[in-house]
């Protein structure tokens, strides 16, 4: 959806003269990865999620990722 | 499978935390900079992202693999392999590969070599800009404005450029949009 430009023109003239802008902005940026991290651990629980999670982000590398994923089901005891 | 630690605090937040710690260590083995919307964010736009796109100096195997060992010792992964000649292959063919924190998805730095005239230009009137708080080297505005008004073009990318010609509005250099817009019609889309 676009963006209205009188509404970027007015955070852009908030973030000039309010030195305060860093938390605000901090708070909506960190919150965007805390929910990533929700969706991560919501959809490992569900059936194939830990593929679908390697499909969704392109993983070959799974080795740098077995905190997240668990080790290969090959290497599974 | 454990439980992934959320890092970023009100001071600092998490993307901004992720890039300054991988730029250090890139620092010590190449030339980079931080191109595309980061600017922007870092700046105080209002949007987020997923990942920060880095371009470096085209480097050998060895120095390659020197950046690639470096970055695994302080955490992070690189999501297309662990390998790094299969890393560098992918570089060397002018493609991204994306480094993480280990075991988190994101966010990602997409990292490639600079690949043209184009590219070393951006690499040699890279800046530090005050206004982020961040000790990283950025494309200078001017670069980041003209690429996203005559290359990139989305309506995020030009909501981008309108806010950083805001914020930036007192050191703006048309001359050198009008320059850099040139040499993009040259490189990118000729």
Not at chain 2, 138 to 146: G, I, T
Request: hydrophobic share 40%; proline share 3%.
């Amino acid at each position: 959806m676009k963006q209205p430009d009188d509404q970027i023109a007015r955070w852009a003239e908030y973030v000039r003269t309010n030195p305060d802008w860093r938390k605000f902005h901090n708070d909506f940026i960190n919150a965007q990865f805390q929910m990533h991290e929700q969706f991560l651990q919501r959809l490992l629980k569900t059936p194939g999620g830990r593929e679908k999670i390697i499909e969704l982000y392109g993983i070959k590398n799974l080795k740098g990722y077995e905190g997240l994923l668990g080790p290969a089901p090959a290497m599974r005891s | 499978m454990r439980l992934l630690v959320i890092r970023g605090t009100s001071d600092r937040n998490l993307l901004c935390e992720f890039c300054t710690t991988f730029t250090q260590i890139v620092e010590q083995h190449c030339k980079y900079i931080v191109v595309s919307g980061f600017l922007a964010i870092a700046s105080g736009r209002s949007r987020s992202t997923e990942d920060i796109d880095m371009i470096i100096d085209r480097l050998s195997l060895d120095r390659f693999t020197a950046l690639h060992h470096a970055l695994i010792l302080q955490g992070f992964t690189c999501m297309q392999s662990d390998s790094p000649k299969e890393i560098y292959e992918y570089l060397d063919e002018l493609a991204s590969v994306r480094y993480t924190w280990k075991d988190r998805p994101l966010p990602e730095m997409e990292l490639k070599f600079s690949k043209d005239a184009l590219d070393d230009y951006q690499l040699k009137t890279r800046r530090k800009i005050p206004f982020t708080g961040l000790d990283v080297w950025f494309s200078s505005v001017d670069v980041n404005v003209a690429f996203k008004e005559e290359y990139l073009k989305s309506e995020k990318d030009l909501a981008d450029a309108r806010h950083l010609r805001l914020i930036f509005k007192d050191v703006l250099d048309e001359g050198e949009i009008r320059k850099i817009k040139e040499m993009i019609r040259v490189y990118r889309l000729s």
